[in-house]
């Protein structure tokens, strides 16, 4: 997935119509992984900062979602909402994890529940309140996540009930929203974005359809697009899926 956005840098400018395009490196060598991830999440931030600055909206192109916490942590969390799509809840904490998977973590990092010490360097972060949360089209849980996922505050939104999109915006706190998707949040059978991505999941007319009314009824604050595997997109359809998604998103 680290691949994911060099594959989609070029035709997403086209697509934006720009050439302003910040690639972000590790600034020192990392000593560990999880150390890697926060130095980029902590330059991530500031790109984010000085996007919103120039009233420019931040598109991020990302190969993992804990990126997310660099993201709201560059716009501020007043008043913002999150809207996030994704087969996964990503809302594991270091004691409820089978796996260890850090990508796994990313929500949980955005509400405050874990690594607090080190979301904390990240310039400008303060955690998100579960209720400004909408989580779209997850259905792959670990027990643990699952339990709490059940006992917060964040909205969710089925599969099978993502027509209902807008409806549910009216729940969520927050006048801006950053609206993140991970491209697995497909369903495979139509276009595979990762090896982690499983069914039943949203169709390409689905995707455009659901994220097109974040625009439609709030400030849109950031887009960010995530966890893109191109060697498992054999065909360009999840690529397809995304641009298009794109499109609609910044054309409404």
């Known amino acids: 997935m680290g691949a994911g956005p060099l594959a989609l840098a070029e035709p ?13 490196s590790l600034a020192e060598p990392a000593t560990t992984d999880v150390a890697a991830c926060f ?13 919103r600055a120039d009233r420019v909206l931040p598109v991020v192109l ?3 979602c804990h990126s997310q916490q660099a993201v709201v942590a560059g716009l501020g969390t007043e008043p913002l909402g999150l809207v996030w799509l994704d087969c996964h809840a990503d809302f594991n904490t270091p004691e409820t994890t089978e796996t260890g998977y850090f ?9 405050g529940d874990c690594w607090q010490t080190l979301c904390a360097t990240v310039p400008g972060f303060v955690p998100l309140r579960e209720d400004h949360v909408l989580l779209v089209g997850v259905r792959d849980m670990e027990a643990g996540e699952r339990q709490r996922l059940e006992r917060s505050a964040i ?16 729940h ?10 991970d491209l697995d949040v497909l369903d495979p059978s139509h276009a595979r974005a990762n090896e982690y991505a499983k069914a039943p999941g949203l169709t390409p007319d689905q995707l455009t359809s659901a994220v097109t009314a974040v625009p439609r009824a709030r400030e849109l604050a950031a887009l960010t697009i995530s966890a893109y595997d191109p060697s498992y ?20």
Do not use: F, K, P
Not at 12 to 24: E, G, K
Not at 103 to 111: I, P, R, S, T
Not at 173 to 178: N, T, V
């Open 39 to 51: 130095d980029l999440n902590r330059q991530l931030a500031g790109e984010v900062a000085a996007a």
């Open 103 to 111: 990508d796994g973590y990313g929500l949980a990092m955005v509400v």
């Open 172 to 181: 969520l706190h927050g006048d801006r929203i950053s609206l993140h998707i």
């Open 155 to 170: 909205h969710r939104l089925d599969v099978r009930d993502v027509g209902r999109l807008a409806d549910q915006l009216d």
């Open 233 to 252: 997109d054999t065909d360009g359809l999840v690529r397809e899926a995304a641009l298009a998604a794109l499109h609609a998103v910044v054309r409404t």
């Open 12 to 24: 997403v400018m086209r697509v934006l119509a720009t050439d302003d395009v910040r690639r972000i």
């Open 62 to 64: 990302t190969g993992n």
